[in-house]
């Protein structure tokens, strides 16, 4: 296939090379990453919590925008796999000495590196490094994206695939809310693509209009107002984080408002299944898009999708460096 | 291709098998089978040697030493050794012994449960060819198979049976 229209994340066999967004993705491949993160999670049981696949391989993770729980994340995955884990704090390095961001990769490709994991505020920089790998013969080298601006964050939304199917074996019969700030989240937006692409009949967003993307009804979802409304018979409740900073800019009007429409409560809850699973990517705003009841209750499943995490990222990482 | 004469009888071997196992094998020894035609022959020699013989299976996928040629295959599966490894007498299981590299990469990932006491092999046909220092503790069937085919174990509901294809790397 021309490079020009082929998927920048795969190679010319069709084969995950690079892994940038969920949007696109065939459904075999996203399943095939879900297959192979099951043995992974077995690892963590172990006494010895390595296997040798990436044994003398270096994961450099370069974040340009502070995630410590993301980036801890990465780094357990890749040690786990034995590779060798370089953390460049970007922000505060070369490029705010002037230096061009593919000039810094090209600079690491000279140091051998094999795996960069990449955050960055921009939409679209992880692509621009993949882009720029294979056009310059260095396919050998991969890029995961560990979230890029409003765009996307596939590692998440994988783990948040994972998570259900461990809980709930299918996708074909499932009612899915994805409930707040969907405007802001490439979380949300990661996990529309991959829920749809994966046969999921209904996927909901639930939040108010100022924190609904317009024409969000584009991406094949039912759009929800009224959060009471939203959760009826739902099997899957995921909770986005509300982020403090969008208070400020008139999107709302309190926390303790928003808490009163959108915070998810006991009561609110019980109009989902009873067998509803509801899942945060984390960090957790406690009482204001969650409440302690839940997010410490039976149905909630916050703390397994972390775990989950680490397997689904030594999934995506072996497979990539395998093709 | 061998004519079907020529191709074991995996039910007829495996009794052989265990004939042989009978009078050696520890009490309490754990029998690990490797995925999948070591995890059955595992599952049915546990039942037909006399002790209380714990089961466990493994996949050798992250541990193979092809990966950096050929990837990682689909379809791995989760190990689950369910007894303590430290200090335990395992029996190694594997349908067909040949070059001896899963094998090794199957001692590879038990030493990551624990330190074993003794480690035995158990294989249903060993069929030489072996590219390391490998050998079967017990053996159901001596083969010779050229190098262009590869002996596969089949299940049918709980009946083994082997056939014979060609190899993939051939």
Known sequence: MPDLVRNPQLNADGELTHLLTLEGLPAPVITNILDIATPFVGIAEREVKKVPLLRGKAVFNLFFENSTRTRTTFEIAAKRLSADVINLNIGVSSTTKGETLLDTVDNLVAMDADIFVVRHAQSGAPHLIAQHLNAHGRGHVHVVNAGDGRHSHPTQGLLDLYTIRHYKKEFHNLTVAIVGDVLHSRVARSLIHGLTTLGTPEVRVVGPKTLLPSKVESLGVRVFHDMREGLKGCDVVVMLRLQNERMNGALLPSAGEYFKHYGLTPDKLALARPDVIVMHPGPMNRGVEIDSAVADGERAVILPQVTFGIAVRMAVMSIIAGN | ?170
């Open chain 2, 1 to 170: 291709m061998p004519q079907p004469s020529q191709i074991p009888d995996a039910e007829a071997t495996l009794a052989a098998l265990a004939e042989r196992m009978r009078p050696a094998v520890a009490f309490d020894a754990a029998f690990v089978g490797i995925y999948s035609g070591g995890a059955w022959i595992a599952d049915r020699l546990a039942q037909m040697i006399p002790g209380e013989h714990p089961v466990g299976h493994i996949d050798v996928s992250f541990y193979r030493d092809d990966f950096a040629r050929s990837g990682l295959k689909s379809g791995a599966k989760r190990s689950a050794l369910p007894f303590d490894v430290e200090g335990a007498t395992i029996i190694l299981v594997d349908d067909v012994l040949y070059t001896g590299r899963s094998v090794r990469a199957a001692i590879n990932e038990l030493f990551d449960y624990g330190r074993p006491a003794r480690v035995e092999l158990a294989v249903l046909v060993d069929r030489g060819g072996r590219e390391l220092p490998v050998e079967a503790t017990y053996c159901g069937v001596r083969l010779a198979v050229a190098r262009s085919l590869s002996l596969v174990l089949a299940k049918d509901g709980e009946r083994l049976s082997f056939s014979v294809e060609k190899a993939a790397d051939a």
